[in-house]
């Protein structure tokens, strides 16, 4: 499925398998490093290790959950993202969560991440799910953004998380599925 679309360059995104495992941590920690770098500490970045969520990213794709789609541009993943049912106790059985998306920052402002979402929001759709929902630190203002021009307002819960040592508050944001 190419969802590509509007975009600076050709991306084709499909469901992942696990030989993308060591390319989506690869995205995953050099991400965390470029989008985070102001909100957690330099040293706990620097040690992120891409072997070992390489190891529990082959451990997800093997067991299916949560769902995860890639965006290949030029033969390589430029960035992910990782769906399913809503974890979160609160929201009904038609909410489904957007537990993680990442771009990699050479491939940033190139409408990747929206066909990512919209991507992942066709499948929920097909597969019922009406909301989708997705947990942001509060002060990545980026992120924040990209998330409300995407139609993602907050609908209340927040909670600190402690990542590295730092403590930051994440909000969550939810969306209609669009029909």
Excluded at 56 to 70: E, F, I, N, Q, S
Excluded at 161 to 177: K, P, Q, S, Y
Aim: charged share 25%.
């Amino acid at each position: 499925m190419n969802d590509g679309a509007g975009l600076s360059q050709s991306v084709n995104i499909r469901l992942a398998t696990i030989d993308d495992a060591q390319e989506i941590a690869k995205v995953h920690v050099a991400t965390w490093r470029d989008a985070y770098k102001e909100l957690l500490p330099i040293e706990y970045l620097a040690n992120l290790d891409e072997n070992a969520r390489a190891e529990k990213w082959r451990k997800a794709l093997l067991a299916g959950a949560p769902c995860v789609l890639v965006a290949v541009m030029n033969g390589m993943v430029a960035a992910w993202v990782a769906f399913g049912p809503s974890r979160d106790e609160d929201l009904d059985s038609r909410c489904a969560e957007i537990e993680a998306i990442y771009v990699a920052s050479d491939f940033w402002s190139r409408g990747i991440g929206t066909a990512l979402i919209h991507a992942a929001c066709e499948r929920l759709r097909a597969k019922g799910y009406g909301t989708v929902a997705l947990w942001v630190l509060k002060d990545n203002a980026a992120a924040c953004s990209f998330y409300s021009r995407r139609g993602f307002e907050p609908d209340g819960p927040a909670k600190v998380v402690e990542i590295g040592g730092a403590l930051l508050t994440e909000v969550r944001v939810t969306r209609e599925i669009a029909t």
